[in-house]
């Protein structure tokens, strides 16, 4: 396959970003309710930071996860590899209706751990490919241990 160029490859770039924001969006808009109620009762674990953070960490995390999916894109085309890449998306846009919906840190749990799970895999299968994409990748799979650390002290703190 011959990588696009030019403006279509801009486009799809655009798209793979969009698409991560779009995923990014829809979790937050279906939980902001849970935002601004339940999840200010709970206990939270040390190290939680200020709610602001999130939306600019994720933001910019759906820009890299975007890039390097598109960087991939370009080499291998529709290969298995970026299915691998749309697991991980998958879990990602799960991982806050498990939370905030459910009302439920174990669920999130159950969600977040098959994520960071995925990333790795997604890391991994990149490496012999693209290492800028794999870079990309990194701050997200990073993110997403301290992610998973708060998810399981609001767990811990906050059993019934």
């Given at each position: 396959?011959?990588?696009?160029?030019?403006?279509?490859?801009?486009?799809?770039?655009?798209?793979?970003?969009?698409?991560?924001?779009?995923?990014?969006?829809?979790?937050?808009?279906?939980?902001?309710?849970?935002?601004?109620?339940?999840?200010?009762?709970?206990?939270?674990?040390?190290?939680?930071?200020?709610?602001?953070?999130?939306?600019?960490?994720?933001?910019?995390?759906?820009?890299?996860?975007?890039?390097?999916?598109?960087?991939?894109?370009?080499?291998?085309?529709?290969?298995?590899?970026?299915?691998?890449?749309?697991?991980?998306?998958?879990?990602?846009?799960?991982?806050?209706?498990?939370?905030?919906?459910?009302?439920?840190?174990?669920?999130?749990?159950?969600?977040?751990?098959?994520l960071w799970l995925?990333?790795?895999?997604?890391?991994?299968?990149?490496a012999p490919l693209?290492?800028?994409?794999?870079?990309?990748?990194?701050?997200?799979?990073?993110?997403?241990?301290?992610?998973?650390?708060?998810?399981?002290?609001?767990?811990?703190?906050?059993?019934?």
């Amino acid at each position: 396959m011959t990588p696009p160029t030019g403006r279509a490859s801009l486009f799809a770039l655009v798209g793979f970003i969009g698409l991560c924001q779009l995923s990014g969006m829809t979790a937050s808009a279906l939980t902001q309710p849970e935002v601004r109620g339940w999840y200010l009762t709970l206990a939270y674990p040390p190290g939680t930071p200020p709610g602001w953070v999130f939306p600019v960490v994720w933001t910019t995390l759906y820009v890299m996860i975007g890039t390097a999916g598109w960087r991939i894109w370009r080499r291998v085309g529709t290969a298995r590899v970026m299915r691998v890449w749309g697991w991980q998306l998958a879990f990602a846009t799960a991982w806050s209706p498990a939370f905030f919906w459910l009302h439920s840190p174990l669920a999130g749990l159950a969600v977040i751990v098959p994520l960071w799970l995925s990333i790795a895999w997604t890391i991994r299968a990149f490496a012999p490919l693209d290492r800028i994409a794999v870079w990309l990748l990194g701050p997200y799979l990073a993110w997403v241990s301290y992610a998973t650390y708060l998810n399981a002290g609001f767990w811990w703190l906050n059993r019934v």
